[in-house]
């Protein structure tokens, strides 16, 4: 599992449409300190005894947590027979990271909550056979939404969020030409819509709108399933 937000019914809620239970989660992944992505941690770590890892950065934040495993944001390290890299990203965080996770010659990227994009991200990211990628604002609707200045101000920032272009802009870097699976996530409710991601990117890279998926924050997403 990578992060969790969530209280443990709505989590448990979740889990049970995928077909697994807290039972079946052998880690749980923590990017960085921010309540949405740590806030159900600790209480479902805790009923479902669950080792929690995370950079030594976001590790010191970690509140409730008796023990947290740290890992080198520089170095990959094995859980099972999964090879996680970490990704050091730009956010307003202590020591954020992401993730490139490999086994059976398959490669899965996750990048969401970073700012801006780096050589590292690109060079990591290449030749992935799924990615899940952060498509969080439209830049015009969140100039011209209701969030306070100070607030606009973070999400644009290099240290905030990636907007619809600046994934586009990430993946026009990459060689696609292995993804079997695009994931678009972290989609603002109030900055963005489904619909102008899919037409943007689907559009940019040349590919089937149908084939693309975008997250929705209150249904989350069917499994999808990597061939080898």
Same mark, same amino acid.
């Given at each position: 599992m990578i992060d969790n937000g969530f209280s443990i019914k709505e989590t448990d809620k979740r889990m049970e449409r995928l077909g697994v239970s807290g039972k079946d989660i052998s880690a749980i992944l923590v990017t960085h300190e921010h309540g949405d992505h740590v806030g159900g941690v600790a209480r479902y770590a805790r009923r479902y005894n669950i080792p929690v890892w995370a950079s030594h950065g976001t590790g010191a934040m970690i509140k409730n947590i008796d023990s947290v495993q740290c890992f080198n944001s520089h170095k990959s390290f094995e859980l099972g027979d999964i090879s996680i890299e970490p990704v050091l990203v730009p956010h307003d965080a202590r020591e954020p990271t992401q993730f490139v996770f490999r086994s059976n010659n398959l490669k899965?990227? *996750?990048? &969401?909550?970073?700012? !801006?994009? &780096?050589?590292?991200? *690109?060079? =990591?990211?290449?030749?992935?056979? #799924? $990615?899940? %990628?952060?498509?969080?604002?439209?830049?015009?609707?969140? %100039?011209?939404? /209701?969030?306070?200045? !100070? @607030?606009?101000?973070? =999400?644009?920032?290099?240290?905030?969020?990636?907007?619809?272009?600046? /994934?586009?802009? $990430? @993946?026009? +870097? @990459?060689?696609?030409? +292995?993804?079997?699976? $695009?994931?678009?996530?972290? *989609? !603002?409710?109030?900055?963005?819509?489904?619909?102008?991601?899919?037409? !943007?990117?689907?559009? #940019?890279?040349?590919?089937?709108? #149908?084939?693309?998926? =975008?997250?929705?924050?209150?249904?989350? $997403?069917?499994?999808? &399933?990597l061939a080898g």
């Open positions: 899965l990227g *996750v990048m &969401t909550d970073t700012g !801006s994009i &780096t050589q590292h991200m *690109v060079d =990591v990211l290449m030749d992935c056979d #799924a $990615l899940l %990628l952060e498509c969080n604002y439209d830049r015009d609707m969140l %100039l011209n939404g /209701a969030y306070p200045e !100070s @607030l606009k101000r973070r =999400v644009m920032g290099d240290w905030g969020h990636l907007d619809n272009q600046q /994934a586009i802009g $990430l @993946l026009q +870097r @990459l060689n696609t030409d +292995r993804l079997q699976h $695009l994931v678009l996530a972290h *989609v !603002s409710e109030k900055n963005n819509s489904h619909e102008l991601v899919l037409d !943007s990117v689907s559009q #940019a890279i040349e590919c089937d709108r #149908a084939w693309l998926n =975008v997250i929705d924050q209150d249904e989350g $997403l069917p499994w999808c &399933t």
